[in-house]
Nanobody, 126 residues
Framework: QVQLVESGGGLVQAGDSLRLSCAAS????????KGWFRQAPGKEREFVAA????????DCADSVKGRFTISRDNAMSTVDLQMNRLKPEDTAVYYC???????????????????WGQGTQVTVSS
């Protein structure tokens, strides 16, 4: 069992930065692929970024590439999402997720993940 708790959301203006953090407790976090997803009102949950277990390959959605960066600290069992140059369309609830031994192709889809955090709201005003 893995418990995930997100923090760092808030209300910012367009162009600002935010850093989301996800703290994990439970089983060995390094064996899990970690991902960030987001869900805006009336829309489906969508992939934002992922970092693959052990090998550390990272990827971001095209909509955030060049602005968002995912990072991890296995010793601290955390995974962060640095969000720069935020846009109003980034407004959503952001979720941290963990999938045991999830490979790269599966990391892009929410149904591959085993554990989810409760979500943190990010609101970007224009």
């Amino acid at each position: 069992q893995v418990q995930l708790v997100e923090s760092g959301g808030g209300l910012v203006q367009a162009g600002d930065s935010l850093r989301l953090s996800c703290a994990a407790s439970g089983r060995t976090f390094s064996s899990y692929t970690k991902g960030w997803f987001r869900q805006a009102p009336g829309k489906e949950r969508e992939f934002v970024a992922a970092i693959i277990r052990n090998g550390g390959r990272m990827d971001c959605a095209d909509s955030v590439k060049g602005r968002f960066t995912i990072s991890r600290d296995n010793a601290m069992s955390t995974v962060d999402l640095q969000m720069n140059r935020l846009k109003p369309e980034d407004t959503a609830v952001y979720y941290c997720a963990a999938g045991f031994r999830l490979d790269y192709s599966s990391s892009l889809h929410s149904n591959g993940y085993d554990y989810w955090g409760q979500g943190t709201q990010v609101t970007v005003s224009s």
